[in-house]
């Protein structure tokens, strides 16, 4: 059984920074390609920051040059640093991850982690 298992967010002023981590835990698991969502209140789900097996990255439009995603095989985790925020970055975040397991490859959601940026 794959679970991830999210960490990382909080509160954080105006240009301050956040390092989201998403941690696939089970038997000989392997991630194959992640992405951030993150959703405000009221607002739809909205893709972030993706990365492909392969280490292609995208961005979406208004995070590019202040969020970065990056895996870590070795520990089978994701993460999201984000830097210069904003405070219509808030939100929850979700990672959702493509992850080999038992022979299979399944996605799997994370159960989100908080994100309040405010002075």
């Known amino acids: 059984q794959v679970q991830l298992v999210e960490s990382g967010g909080g509160l954080v002023q105006p240009g301050g920074s956040l390092r989201l981590s998403c941690t696939a835990s089970?038997?000989?698991?392997?991630?194959?390609?992640a992405d951030w969502y993150r959703q405000a209140p009221g607002k739809r789900r909205e893709l972030v920051a993706g990365?492909?097996?392969?280490?292609?990255?995208n961005y979406l439009e208004s995070v590019k040059g202040r969020f970065t995603i990056s895996g870590d095989n070795a520990k089978n985790t994701v993460y999201l640093q984000m830097n210069s925020l904003k405070p219509e970055d808030a939100g929850v975040y979700y990672c959702?991850?493509?992850?080999w397991g038992g022979g299979r490859l399944s996605s799997y959601w994370g159960q989100g982690t908080q994100v309040t940026v405010s002075s």
């Open positions: 990365i492909t097996s392969g280490g292609i990255t």
């Open positions: 959702n991850e493509d992850v």
């Open positions: 089970g038997s000989s698991v392997r991630i194959d390609a």
